[in-house]
């Protein structure tokens, strides 16, 4: 038996030195492949098993929406931003960074009814720039899922601590002396949260959707109580203490609009569950671009609220409303804020870990990574195995990781998918459906981004002002040429964005304009992740997916030469 096995192990390593042999000739194959939004309807579907069920109406996508993203802007965002970066500016740091999600919400909604599928970008860019690009968007967004997830966990603790009136927001955490800083403190309540509602997402998604609607009615309720209690008691000459509205400049402001998107990643979350709801062209546009505004305006009454109650320089980075409270001599309302602002983290956890198992189980179906990852389960609708892997992996990051080691890489990926969507839905405008040639239109996003990296480097050079209107101008030039020139003649869809080529113009521009105001230390982690996946890739990804698309024709070829019809019907199971 155990030379059988040794033999068996032999012959696997065999296959797949050989197969890694043949990497070049597999890339050139597959890096660019694409399959067509009918296939990723269909086919690719199909290998999941069981089908998600159909049971979330318009006004769960909205609560899920904005239950996604309320709990992570406010409470893990708001107090180390204005702090640190914008000061009293930070709502309108937060106005920027929304209307950027708002114009990326656009470009995500229209993929989104024309491709209603569970794998957001990771499906939107596949069908359009092919198999490496999907694939590395995916991978980043499940990246930032993950680490986000985990930071949020661990402020969940913060904010319980001051529901109970402990003022340390440590003190429930057991710190490890052998440990680096920022790695030492080890949370279990966070650890705990995160596996209570991984198993609850196993359960049912509407059960779970249902929850947070009532979390989310909550919630918005406890911020109404929040922002009328800052504004009552709260003074304006706060947000000229101690150094004026924009303390950093309006270099702080942008600083803090690239930080604070990470605050809007929850709508993403929505996209995901398009295989889950009932009447998507209508249900999907009101779930993500409703949701985006109604938190974007409670983001930015919440942020007022905060800076007009404490000055900035007053403001605990930790448990910053509670805190704020405590200050303004309200103890017994910190404790309310804490245990609100608790249930709400809790609510931006159960959609943001719901979002997170729908990525990785189209990547799965796309056998990027191994299969039984995309398995649903048939009694639930649910994606279990992905579900209970991705959440074991953000449980073990929140038992150690602090949120500012990973916060602005989060805001790194997050920014660098969003500009990605937003090419792929012009160039599939204007070539993919309007059958137009590609050179013009990659000239032009060229261009483009070209440009927004010139108006950065001006930006970042601060004598060289020449700059801000040259490029500037440029953009908009290009753009409007590029408007008038090259007709948009596709199929006209159930929902389509306004205004083409504008708001995604608009949306690459201020996705890499908010990419380069990060810190250096967040571009070499994100380039040492991006090391990481496209090795994966190279020596796993490109060699299953080959193999599963030649098995995949094979078994094509001989269910059409099968005579009987009934038979032939298996062809949907490749």
């Known amino acids: 038996m155990a030379t059988i096995q040794s033999k068996d192990n032999k012959t696997i390593f065999f296959n797949y030195f050989k197969s890694l042999s043949q990497t070049p000739h597999r890339l050139r194959k597959r890096m660019l492949a694409t399959w067509t939004p009918d296939q990723e309807l269909n086919q690719v579907r199909l290998r999941s098993g069981a089908d998600m069920k159909r049971k979330l109406r318009w006004y769960d996508l909205v609560a899920l929406g904005v239950g996604g993203m309320l709990g992570v802007g406010v409470f893990v965002t708001t107090g180390p931003v ?91 955490r057991v710190e490890v002396p052998g440990l680096l800083q920022g790695y030492n403190k080890l949370d279990f309540s966070a650890v705990a949260l995160v596996l209570i509602l991984t198993f609850c997402l196993c359960h049912s998604t509407k059960e779970s959707s249902i929850l947070n609607l009532i979390m989310t009615a909550f919630h918005i309720v406890f911020f109404g109580f929040v922002i009328i209690i800052g504004f009552c008691n709260g003074s304006v000459e706060n947000l000229m203490k101690p150094t004026g509205l924009t303390p950093n400049g309006i270099r702080g402001v942008l600083d803090g609009a690239a930080i604070v998107y990470f605050s809007y990643i929850g709508y993403d979350s929505v996209s995901t569950l398009a295989e889950e709801i009932q009447n998507p062209p ?54 309310i804020v804490g245990a609100g602002a608790s249930l709400g983290i809790v609510a931006s956890l159960l959609v943001a870990m719901l979002g997170q198992a729908r990525y990785l189980c189209v990547i799965g179906r796309a056998r990027l990574v191994p299969s039984w990852l995309s398995k649903v389960h048939p009694s639930t609708g649910t994606p279990l195995n992905a579900t209970l892997f991705l959440g074991l992996c953000t449980a073990s990051i929140a038992l150690f990781t602090d949120l500012d080691i990973v916060i602005e890489i989060i805001s790194i990926g997050t920014l660098l ?101 990060l810190k250096m230390l967040s571009f070499q982690r994100f380039a040492l992740w991006g090391l990481l996946i496209t090795l994966f890739y190279v020596l796993y990804g490109v060699h299953s997916t080959f193999e599963a698309k030649e098995m995949g024709m094979e078994m094509e070829m001989a269910v059409n030469e099968v005579p009987n019809p009934s038979i032939q019907l298996t062809k949907l199971e490749v």
């Open 417 to 517: 998918v969003f500009y990605l969507v937003a090419n792929a839905l012009i160039y599939r405008k204007y070539v993919l459906t309007s059958k137009n040639p590609p050179f013009p239109t990659l000239s032009f996003l060229f261009l483009i981004t070209s440009c927004a990296i010139g108006f950065s480097i001006s930006w970042k050079l601060e004598q060289q002002w020449w700059g801000l209107p040259l490029f500037g101008g440029i953009i908009m030039v290009v753009t409007a040429f590029f408007q008038y020139t090259v007709p948009c003649l596709g199929q006209p869809s159930e929902w389509s964005v306004p205004f083409m080529p504008w708001p995604a113009a608009v949306s690459i521009f201020l996705n890499v304009f908010l990419m380069t105001t």
């Open 282 to 335: 209508v249900t999907l546009p009101v779930g993500i671009i409703g949701s985006v505004f109604i938190v974007s305006g409670l983001y930015c009454l919440m942020a007022l609220a905060l800076c007009l109650m404490v000055p900035y320089n007053q403001i605990a980075e930790k448990a910053s409303y509670s805190m704020a409270f405590q200050r303004i001599g309200w103890k017994w309302a910190g404790n």
């Open 82 to 172: 204005a702090r640190n970066h914008s000061g009293p500016s930070v709502f309108i740091s937060y106005s920027i960074a929304g209307i950027s999600a708002l114009l990326s919400s656009l470009c995500y909604t229209e993929f989104s009814v024309q491709i209603p599928v569970a794998g957001g970008a990771f499906s939107y860019l596949r069908v359009t720039f092919g198999e490496f690009v999907g694939y590395f968007a995916g991978a980043n967004i499940l990246m930032e899922y993950v680490l986000s997830n985990a930071a949020v966990a661990r402020s969940f603790t913060e904010y319980l601590c001051s529901a109970f009136g402990i003022s340390d927001p440590n003190s429930w």
